[in-house]
């Protein structure tokens, strides 16, 4: 039957507007990047509203990153109007979770305050805990391990537990390590990440009515999903057991964190009524970065084979080029970058290139290079903003003011700014708190007050500095956000509760005693006022929106979260999560530099990979080869015109490198040039310009006549490629090209 008529539908092919309009419970789609997997989950959302007639609050979306749902939720705000978007339940699998924790979370014991433990929290904790406890595990492995077995899900552990008891060695150091984790995030009142699943697990078994009203689940990025959110996922959807999921196995890249492809298959099998819908035309890259890339995926002869061709022209090859350095390597990606918009006659900026990196290590040379250019850049994934020192920093004190009893963010700014507090004091002071049962603040507070039943002995200096530089002016700022009646005048607002905080610590004068170098502590101050912005646009980004809360369940009851500080506090803690980062609006273009992790379903018209060496790319500390060149790949098809590839031949640490294997098929696929005006560069550029402007402009209009798009510029001279592949890649400088129509083509594979 010919698919409906509607204006959701409008622009899609046959396919995605079957997976938009399917009537089936499940639907399954599983497609290559760039396919529109997106696209098509997010027309469906809306389709499910308006046509099905679904309320919005009852929809509930997962998306992989903070981004891709604010994404999500401007573009089904188009589609809806009347601003009804905002009641969708739409997030991570994370801050929903958290939201219903807040609602509901008492019902299952949750003190209401509780706050998130980000990575580098849960990592303080455990290696604080092995030092403590002399235990002979690596506090990295235990990390993992513990996270591993929270991230399982309980249905996975009760399954594997009957055959398999393990008395590996150095397995009960682990558990003593998760036992005493456990112990310690309880007293500070707080949930890791992983935390914020289990618990949300425990909820909704225990009480399947706070989710009765969810009609439907939709899912992105599901090859990514973990043992424990497939179980959340399908406790959201108990009632109606309306599921859609979007996924590309061979995008799966968070296996190191128990993501588990195997989810796929048990969908399909636990719901064998489910609509498998593939898509198989790639709308963002061009056929030959998509060739190039389809070559890399390939040599993993295990995959699931997916048919995926682009539906536009062959395009620039992309680029594979060896450099001297990892300076050098910095300088030349600069050079193009400006070689590349220059050529545009400035109409694309810098907003259309990313650089994405393997880890955020790499990233100290190109920050180098950008900031000599005077090239604004941010930073995506993995970089972290708000584990910068100060803005640590601000946090910890912020969390001290929603939350007194959180320990360790206390522990760490007793002496922030310096205030005379030696370690040995902390120490006591957390010694107490431990064994009498107590929050660090109840202690300090006792000890402060004069208290007698104060138990150890910390000097009297100490004492008062805490009570006047700590204790009273937190105390003053916590009562003065406390709602309309607060003592002493109108309420605080999160900017202000933050200006008072500087103002109180003294924070630029601390600064800059701290960091005497001038270029120092002022970009530290701006770190400052930058979160601030943050902060700002947080609480305006939540007063445009009408309803953050859960709907009204018969007869549970929600407590509404109306404080704006623990919102944003676990809105600073999940974004600090290595898969996102400061993506506040930008005032100027910039480039962005990302991990490739972070880029995860994201596109950029120009893409650069530096480092694609062994060692970096596959990752010298990865066991998983496949999934490192799954890696390359989600980055490698990042790109829509214009991809760089490269490498130094000595990397940071100075040894020299090895071309990464993984491009093995690709050598003679790519073409390699000096930075200088070519042809088939500008043809891209027409290309992008074509995207990007209004069909109606002048300039759009002129564009065809400039370029002519199926020119086959580069004919092959096979004289040149043969010495060039002779000579090999470790050759340096020099002109490796050869028509992309000669390299080897992808085998295009229906579905098995
Ligand atoms: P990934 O696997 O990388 O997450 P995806 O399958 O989710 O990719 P999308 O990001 O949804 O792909 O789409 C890729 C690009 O193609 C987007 O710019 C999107 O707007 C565009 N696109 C998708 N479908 C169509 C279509 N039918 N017509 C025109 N453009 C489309
Ligand atoms: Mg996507």
């Not at 105390?475 to 200006?499: M, T």
């Not at 601030?532 to 509404?560: H, N, Y």
Request: hydrophobic residues 35%; glycine residues 6%.
């Amino acid at each position: 039957p010919s698919p409906p008529k509607h204006a959701i539908l409008n622009g899609l092919n046959d396919a995605q507007r079957r997976a938009v309009s399917s009537d089936a419970a499940t639907v399954a789609i599983l497609a290559g990047p760039g396919s529109g997997k997106t696209h098509t989950l997010t027309a469906r959302v809306a389709w499910l509203v308006d046509h099905v007639g679904f309320r919005p609050e009852d929809v509930l979306v997962a998306t992989f990153t903070v981004k891709a749902s604010r994404e999500m939720k401007e573009r089904i705000g188009k589609a809806l109007g009347n601003r009804r978007e905002n009641k969708l339940i739409l997030g991570t699998f994370h801050s929903i979770a958290r939201r219903y924790l807040a609602a509901y979370g008492r019902h299952i014991g949750l003190s209401q305050k509780f706050g998130i433990a980000d990575d580098g929290d849960s990592r303080t904790i455990i290696s604080r805990i092995c030092k403590r406890l002399q235990l002979a595990v690596d506090p990295p492995v235990a990390r993992a391990w513990i996270s591993k077995k929270k991230a399982k899900g309980t249905e996975a552990e009760s399954k594997a537990a009957p055959q398999k008891a393990s008395k590996a060695p150095g397995l009960q150091e682990l558990e003593t390590c998760y036992q005493e984790y456990q112990k310690n995030l309880e007293a500070s009142n707080l949930l890791d990440y992983d935390d914020l699943l289990v618990r949300c697990v425990e909820l909704l078994k225990k009480f399947p009515s706070c989710v009765s009203n969810i009609q439907t689940v939709l899912i992105d990025e599901y090859q990514d999903t973990n043992g424990v959110q497939y179980e959340l996922m399908k406790l959201f959807a108990q009632r109606h057991r309306r599921i859609t999921t979007v996924g590309d196995p061979d995008q799966s890249i968070y296996g190191w964190r128990s993501a588990e492809i195997k989810n796929l298959w048990r969908l399909l099998e636990e719901f064998p009524q489910t609509d498998q819908i593939s898509l198989e035309e790639n709308y963002r890259s061009s056929q030959s970065i998509l060739t190039s890339s389809l070559l890399v995926i390939e040599q993993d002869k295990a995959r699931y084979k997916k048919a995926l061709k682009s539906v536009h022209n062959k395009g620039s090859r992309p680029v594979l080029r060896r450099l001297a350095s990892a300076s050098a390597e910095a300088a030349w990606i600069v050079s193009e970058i400006s070689r590349v918009l220059m050529m545009s006659g400035s109409m694309l900026t810098h907003s259309d290139v990313a650089v994405l990196l393997r880890s955020a290590s790499l990233s100290r040379h190109l920050e180098t290079s950008l900031g000599k250019a005077g090239i604004a850049y941010k930073m995506v994934g993995g970089f972290k903003f708000y584990e910068r020192a100060e803005i640590k920093t601000l946090i910890d004190y912020l969390r001290i003011i929603h939350q007194p009893e959180n320990n360790d963010a206390l522990a760490r700014i007793m002496n922030v700014p310096p205030r005379g507090i030696g370690d040995v004091t902390i120490k006591r002071l957390l010694e107490e708190a431990e064994t009498s049962s107590l929050s660090v603040w109840a202690v300090l507070s006792k000890h402060c007050r004069g208290d007698r039943t104060a138990k150890t002995k910390i000097l009297k200096h100490a004492e008062q500095r805490l009570s006047g530089g700590l204790l009273r002016p937190l105390d003053d700022i916590r009562r003065r956000i406390g709602g309309a009646s607060a003592p002493g005048g109108a309420p605080f607002g999160l900017v202000q509760v933050i200006e008072q905080l500087l103002d109180k610590l003294n924070f630029q004068k601390y600064l800059q005693t701290t960091y005497p170098e001038e270029h120092d502590h002022e970009q530290r101050w701006a770190n400052v006022q930058e979160f601030i912005s943050l902060a700002a646009d947080f609480v305006r980004d939540m007063d445009r929106s009408d309803d953050d809360f859960l709907p009204e369940i018969e007869g549970l009851q929600q407590t509404k979260e109306i404080e704006v500080l623990p919102r944003f506090l676990a809105n600073v803690s999940l974004a600090s999560d290595a898969q996102t980062g400061g993506d506040r609006q930008e005032s100027k273009p910039q480039v962005t530099i990302s991990t490739i992790h972070a880029a995860k379903g994201l596109e950029w018209p120009i893409v650069f990979v530096p480092a694609v060496y062994k060692g970096s790319i596959p990752h010298k500390r990865s066991e998983d080869d496949d999934e490192e060149r799954r890696l390359l790949y989600v980055a490698m098809t990042r790109a829509q015109s214009l991809l760089y590839l490269s490498c130094p031949n000595t990397s940071g640490s100075g040894e020299h490198t090895v071309l990464s294997p993984f491009v093995d098929p690709i050598h003679r696929a790519f073409m390699k040039k000096g930075p200088c005006f070519d042809r088939p560069v500008m043809e891209e550029i027409a290309r992008i310009l074509r995207r990007k402007l209004p069909p109606e402009s002048a300039i759009f209009k002129s564009l065809p006549a400039m370029f002519s798009p199926e020119d086959d510029l580069f004919p092959v001279d096979p004289e040149e490629s043969r010495q060039d592949t002779r000579g090999g890649f470790s050759r340096g400088e020099g002109g490796l090209r050869e028509d992309a129509s000669r390299a080897k083509r992808p085998r295009i594979h229906g579905p098995s």
